[in-house]
């Protein structure tokens, strides 16, 4: 294992990150003008242990690239989970969430921005960010993050604590500088007696001073605050106050310029040295304490000196107690607590009074007891290893030192690292954690340094303190380290394991946004001269590269000098853990060969028999018993080669002797009966297809290299404590296709190869695979193997030839296995046989299950027979056959069955009813006569028991009803065949043409359709009643809601299906669950949006607004169509409700005991029975609302508050409740007001549908003179329906529509069709009066209109020209010609009563109307 750098995150949308952060994608960088670097030594310098990276960087980028890394603030969170960057005053908070890869669906880490924005005061800028993520309080025994701490620094001197959404905390001002830095310590408790205990601290570093904040103070405030903060924001008042932090301030007195600086701590203090620093210190008179004060040491780099060592005293002198007052006062005064303190006693508020400015305390000087001087260098940055012992120092030469902390001295020096950013990994020893935990020793661990250098673009690895460098990868030179040397905080110091360690300590940010971190193996701290590890890792490197180049040569001859390396290399492995991942890289290659795979273990057998020393150890004794089960496995896949080399051809004659079905029953110890039932079925598969299967002979032609890797991987080698000689088992993890092509691979050659059964079984033995594997693995290939007939064989017998050999295979298997792990007592299930019956409930070919399921029933009886648990004369030929079904066993024929018997009896019975089913749906059939509007699209289904089973009590009748769908039959053939079967009370074999009496032409698909329907009832008499099945099958056309709103077509088959359900129960509850689960959502929203005040405009007249369909999840979803279909719907909810109120039968779901799951959901009918009664007063109203919605769509209305104007406050009250509710409904006398807006809005409906009278045309001329234009009303006629349903239901007096249609019709120029209307309106006077003003708007246009306009006026009488004068034309009107108005005009004359005031009138214009039409005619 080498050193990695792995991609583990991904910053996405990076274009929008940089965006907030205000920065520009692209910037020159400055570089100088001279390349020379006078310090840059080793600028190529190589070592043998380099590697790249894939996402390395030519050489020659351009200068235009991307710093917006180097200008930002970057904190990452130690648990991973927040990601915070800031530039100038900007804030951007980052979370993480997995994502998926759109091309290798990996789950990968990605970070979304969550929260950004300004969170600076005037005049400031962010200096230092840092994330402290809280450890949850409720498990303490396990780390998790509760929530995460955002800590900045800002310019001002500031210090402010947010929360992961920007919400502020707390805040204090330190000092009058800007922040430099941020650091934080995590509690960490003694490693040992003498060392001391690690606090939880906060570290905000100042120019001139460093301040410390306690850890338990400072995470219990911010807890506070974040409690008061929620209480505040739920409460909606008040604000956030909290006291101030406390802290300690030490400043940098004897140190010229400080730009970073690390808190060490207390350092371990011998006596020797104590006295040494006293008497150096105090002179030769000096009296020194017994013991060194306690102290805390603060490494700090910068100018003068280069480093320097602080020491801070803590014991101080204590104030006197007058000060100690005056500080109290002071403290009180400028808080206020003490404002609150006084409102408590006084019962005041206390006064709003400007914040005072907080007073800053001086920093405590530390002294400076040594350091590093050197005028010409100054540090720039230190970084302090995880155990305090080392510091890296970088500095403005471009060197890297290395500092020992306690003494202080420059270890190493590194050159050519300009800009350089350093961070630390502790890598423990893998081997020693199962030493430790068994022992009280602490495991070993080794210290890499990783140097980032921007300058060249690399990543280097280098081993503590004086180790090589162990790896280098070329990265972009624009990237950042990010190094977290500290855990979760807020522990209260309480020890919590892996709490103070980061999850992520060092990861390198690419500018892209991409995360990688760095992986180090612990053996490079080892040296490579003495160590047994070092040199079987190299050896690893060597074998893996020997496989990798097999992938392009395939001469003998390397192949020979491969194994002869490999062997040499197996050789020189010292360890057995090298040795065992020597053999899993072997078996993971999918280039390796089998001499490869037999020579490695031929290698470590014979060194293991020299070794006895090790016969006790664990590693020994697994990577023994391994290479045995290996050696076995790799000689039975060659002996599987050779047998596999020439297979015989399918078209080949498979036998001379003809296989009957007596042989069959006779040899499988089943009926003639079931094998006639069995191979009747298959001939019918025979007369569509010309073989049975699904695939043909596996040859791995495609990939040939990678046979011996799956093969080896299928199977698990067991232990060497293993009891069982064959202990070698399939694997349960592996995928069903690598199942099926090992099974392949292992038994093609049983069915028409003519190599000898017994050496299979020889070697079969010697492998050292469980019998039960074999078993398994020959279900496999039977399930997938393809049976095809060959010309002088019919495809029953070649199926019943291969059923012969199936069985011949399965009782070879029975002989490797004990038999008493096969059957056992007759009361209990065998584990061997459930196996079986797994794979063959879960298999998706009936049929071939079906076959199977003989086969193993037959060998299972002879096993029974052999123990003696049966006696043998109960099957001696098959005269007497063993019917599942148990119709011809009489009373005296009681035998006893085992359960295993007895399972597989069920398993039969059900497989032979999948058969039918499967081979059923199979069949892609069309009616030609009478269709369905829509079909449904055929699709081939791969079935098995257990999805069926899995699936639901309806499983059934569902893919039935789906069936039926494809076919487009119309459910009353359905109706009608369930009517006659009924009647009849007998089974009927074919339904003939003549009982086909809705069908006006004979279709002979649909009569196949019926014959097919009745031959799967005759297997589920229960499951496939006609109620279940149209129940089912309009529930298929629901499904697709996208097909069902934008496809009226499918929306008419829905209907349609619906209202051929017999029962009314059922129907109503499929109404129910329709309205519940969809139509309720779409139209409540729908409501809403034209119950709106203003409405906006819209685009595509009778299209959703894009808000509304965007909710619904269909774009195209025309509003009109759809609501169309809504009112079918409830009409045929309403009518359903209205007629099961009349009868109490309610229907029963019934379904097959043998299909019955008791943990299996219920069936769609089930649900649909289960339903409450509507209430149908309810149900009306909705009903009233929809079609009101159906006619505003469709003529696009634009009503303001339509539903507020059209319905009362109870009947809004009531939209949209449970339909079986029983709120207050509406009042059956509404108010004036209520009425009104009704009947203009009926009457304005009426008037808009004459637009959907069309003209017809016609090619007969002379039938257009005699009888005028043809129209089609039929649309007007279902609005007037419509409106007048309405108009009862509402109270309205439907005589005023019927006038105002008759009026509408003439205004529109259809004479003839308001004619036809005139009979049913009851107040005719009135309708006369009407209709004399169309009249007169008529004679008007054609007098006005007209050429000789004189001599017209001077046929008129006075009275008339008057009243003509007075009559308002206004609107569109349809000109007519005089006869149709002389026509109308007797109507008048006739409507009218003679006592009538406007009799005299009609009267005149009739003869006004005769005047002009002569004079017309004589001209």
């Keep these: 294992m080498a050193c990695q750098i792995t991609e583990v995150a991904q910053v996405a949308a990076i274009q929008s990150v940089k965006a907030k952060l205000t920065l520009n994608e692209f910037e020159v960088r400055e570089e100088p003008k001279d390349d020379f670097d006078p310090d840059n030594w080793e600028w190529e310098e190589t070592t043998p242990g380099t590697s790249s990276s894939s996402n390395a960087t030519p050489s020659g980028t351009s200068k235009e690239t991307s710093l917006w890394l180097q200008k930002s603030k970057v904190s990452l969170s130690p648990s991973g989970k927040i990601l915070v960057l800031a530039h100038g005053k900007q804030l951007v908070v980052l979370n993480a969430f997995l994502s998926t890869r759109d091309q290798t669906r990996e789950a990968v880490t990605e970070y979304n921005v969550t929260s950004h924005g300004n969170v600076c005061q005037p005049g400031e800028e962010i200096t230092a960010v840092l994330c402290l993520p809280l450890i949850s309080q409720l498990n303490r ?182 000060g100690v007052a005056k ?252 040795a065992l991942q020597a053999v899993d890289l072997l078996l993971a290659s999918k280039y390796t060969r089998p001499q490869y795979v037999l020579t490695a273990v031929d290698t470590i057998l014979a060194q293991s028999s020299e070794n006895d020393e090790e016969e006790n150890d664990h590693n ?32 080949s004659v498979i036998s001379s002797d003809a296989v009957t079905v007596q042989a069959l029953s006779v040899d499988l110890l089943t009926s003639e009966k079931e094998m006639e039932s069995l191979f009747t079925l298959v001939n019918e598969i025979s007369e569509q297809n010309s073989s049975i299967g699904s695939g043909g002979r596996v040859t791995f032609q495609d990939d040939d290299s990678s046979i011996l890797m799956e093969f080896l991987s299928a199977f698990d080698l067991g232990n060497f404590g293993s009891a069982h000689q064959r202990c070698i088992t399939l694997r349960k993890d592996k995928s069903d296709d690598c199942v099926k092509r090992i099974a392949m691979t292992m038994f093609q050659d049983w069915l028409h190869g003519d190599n000898s059964t017994a050496e299979w079984m020889n070697q079969a033995e010697a492998s050292g695979i469980h019998a039960q594997s074999f078993f398994i693995l020959a279900l496999h290939f039977w399930l997938q193997v393809q049976h095809k007939s060959p010309p002088n064989m019919s495809l029953s017998m070649t199926l019943a030839a291969d059923m012969l050999q199936l069985n011949r295979l399965l009782n070879n298997i029975q002989t490797l296995a004990d038999q008493s792990e096969i059957v056992i007592d007759t009361s209990e299930l065998s584990p061997w046989w459930e196996e079986a019956r797994r794979i063959l409930f879960s298999a ?71 058969s039918v089913l499967d081979f059923v749906m199979q069949q892609r059939i069309k009616v030609s006569v009478d269709p369905l509007p829509r079909c449904l699209k055929w699709k081939s289904a791969s079935i098995s028991l257990n999805l069926v089973m899995n699936k639901g009590k309806g499983a059934i009748s569902e893919y039935v009803a789906y069936w039926i769908g494809t076919t487009g039959i119309q459910p009353k053939m359905l109706v009608e065949l369930d009517r006659k079967l009924l009647k009849e009370e007998a089974t009927v074999d074919k339904l003939e043409p003549e009982q086909a009496e809705d069908a006006v032409v004979f279709d002979p698909e649909a009569l196949k359709i019926l014959d097919l329907l009745q031959r799967l009832r005759n297997h589920f008499p229960l499951s496939l009643q006609c109620n279940q099945l149209l129940a089912s099958l309009f529930w298929e056309f629901i499904q697709d809601r996208t097909q069902l709103i934008t496809n009226s077509d499918v929306a008419s088959a829905a209907i349609t299906v619906l209202h051929s359900i017999p029962s009314l129960s059922l129907r109503q509850g499929m109404c129910s669950l329709l309205w519940t689960l969809y139509l309720k959502q779409d139209l409540e929203k729908i409501s809403r949006f034209f119950n709106k005040k203003v409405l906006p405009n819209l685009d595509n007249v009778g299209f959703y607004p894009r808000h509304i369909f965007e909710d619904i999840g269909h774009s195209d979803a025309k509003l009109s169509s759809y609501l169309d279909f809504c009112v079918r719907f409830l009409d045929t909810y309403f009518e359903a409700a209205e007629d099961e109120g009349e009868t109490s039968k309610k229907a029963e779901v019934l379904s097959e005991s043998i299909w019955t799951n008791a943990s299996a959901s219920p069936s769609l009918s089930q649900i649909a029975l289960s339903k409450p009664k509507v209430n149908f007063g309810l149900l009306e109203l909705h009903l009233q609302l929809v079609t009101v919605l159906f006619m505003v769509a469709s003529f696009d209305f634009r009503i303001a508050s339509l539903i507020s104007n059209l319905f009362d406050s109870a009947g809004q009250a009531a939209f949209f409740l449970d339909l079986h509710a029983n709120p207050r409904l509406p009042s059956h006398n509404p108010s004036t007001k209520l009425t009104n807006s009704r009947t203009q809005f009926l009457l304005r409906v009426i008037s808009a549908s004459m637009q959907n009278i ?54 529109n120029g259809f004479d003839r069709l308001a004619e036809e209307n005139v009979m049913s309106v009851n107040d005719k006077s009135l309708l006369a009066s009407q209709l004399l003003m169309i009249v007169g708007q008529r004679l008007q246009i054609a007098v006005t209109h007209s050429a000789d306009l004189a001599e017209r006026i001077s046929i008129l009488s006075p009275a008339i020209s008057n009243w003509l004068e007075n009559v308002n034309v206004g609107g569109a009107y349809c000109a007519s010609s005089l006869a149709d108005t002389a026509e109308l005009v007797g109507l008048v004359v006739q409507l009218l009563p003679e006592d009538h005031n406007e009799r005299r009138l009609a009267l005149l214009v009739h003869d006004a109307c005769n005047s002009i039409t002569k004079t017309t005619s004589d001209m």
């Design 327 to 578: 500080a109290v006062s002071s403290a009180l005064n400028s808080t206020q607590g003490f404002l609150s303190l006084k409102s408590y006693f006084t019962g005041s508020k206390p006064a709003q009074e400007k914040k005072q400015a907080q007073t800053i305390e001086p920093a405590e000087p530390m002294g400076c007891r040594f350091g590093l001087g050197d005028l010409w260098r100054q540090g720039e940055a230190i970084v302090m290893s995880p155990n305090k012992a080392l510091s890296a120092v970088c500095d403005s030469l471009g060197r890297v030192i290395l500092l020992d902390n306690r003494t202080g001295v420059a270890l190493r020096m590194w050159k050519g690292y300009r800009e350089a950013q350093c961070g630390w990994f502790e890598v423990r020893d893998p081997a020693a954690k199962q030493a430790s935990s068994k022992s009280k020793t602490r495991p070993r661990s080794a210290l890499f340094l990783v140097i980032y250098v921007p300058k060249k673009g690399i990543i280097e690895i280098w081993a503590m303190q004086n180790g090589p460098k162990v790896a280098s990868f070329n990265v972009t030179k624009e990237g950042r380290l990010i190094y977290t040397n500290y855990g979760h905080v807020g522990v209260n110091n309480v020890p919590v394991k892996g709490s103070s360690r980061s999850l992520f300590p060092c990861v390198y940010m690419h500018p892209d946004g991409v995360i990688s971190t760095i992986s180090i193996p612990f053996h490079f701290a080892l040296s490579a001269q003495n160590s047994k590890q070092a040199k079987d890792i190299h050896l690893l490197k060597k074998l893996r590269k020997i496989l990798k180049e097999c992938k392009h040569e395939e001469e003998a001859d390397y192949v020979e000098a491969a194994t002869q390396e490999i062997s040499n290399l197996m050789k020189e492995l010292s360890c057995c853990e090298a």
């Design 620 to 651: 020994y004794k697994t990577l023994k018993h391994n290479c045995v089960q290996l050696q076995k496995l790799v000689m039975f896949f060659n002996f599987l080669q050779e047998q596999n080399k020439n297979p015989p051809s399918y078209d």
């Design 1254 to 1307: 069309l003209l017809v045309e016609t090619s007969d001329f002379e039938e257009a003179e005699l009888s005028g234009p043809r129209v089609d009303a039929s649309q007007a006629a279902l609005w007037m329906g419509k409106s007048l349903i309405l108009a009862s239901s509402w109270g309205i007096n439907t005589d005023i529509l019927r006038r105002h249609q008759i009026c509408e019709l003439y205004m």
């Design 141 to 322: 025994s396990s780390i998790g993050t509760e929530w995460t701490c955002i800590a900045v620094g800002y310019s001002s001197g500031f210090v402010r604590f947010y929360t992961e959404d920007r919400k502020l905390l707390t805040e204090q001002e330190f000092e009058k500088e800007p922040v430099i830095h941020l650091k934080c310590q995590s509690f960490k408790r003694a490693a040992h007696s003498e060392a001391q205990e690690q606090p939880e601290e906060l570290y905000v570093m100042y120019p001139s001073s460093i301040v410390t904040l306690p850890g338990f103070s400072l995470f219990q405030t911010l807890r506070g605050c974040r409690n008061q903060l929620a209480r505040v924001e739920g409460s909606g008042s008040g604000s956030v106050e909290s006291p101030p932090l406390v802290h300690t301030k030490w400043g940098f007195a004897e140190q010229d310029q400080v730009n970073d600086c690390q808190v060490i701590g207390l350092p371990p203090v011998n006596t020797y040295d104590h006295l040494l620093t006293a008497s150096l210190c105090g002179g030769f008179e000096a009296v020194a304490k017994s013991s060194a004060p306690a102290h805390d040491l603060v490494i700090a780099t910068g100018r003068k000196p280069y480093v320097g060592y602080h020491f801070t005293v803590k014991g101080t002198t204590q104030p006197l107690i007058v």
């Design 844 to 914: 998706t070919q009936p049929l071939k299950a079906l076959t199977a399921s003989y086969v193993c029933r037959g060998v299972n009886l002879k096993m029974e027979m052999k123990l003696g648990s049966k006696s043998e004369s109960k099957f001696p030929t098959g005269e007497e056959p063993m019917d599942i079904s148990g119709e011809e066993a009489g009373t005296a024929d009681w035998e006893e069955l085992s359960m295993d018997t007895v399972q597989w009896n069920v398993l039969l019975r059900q497989l032979e009813d999948l």
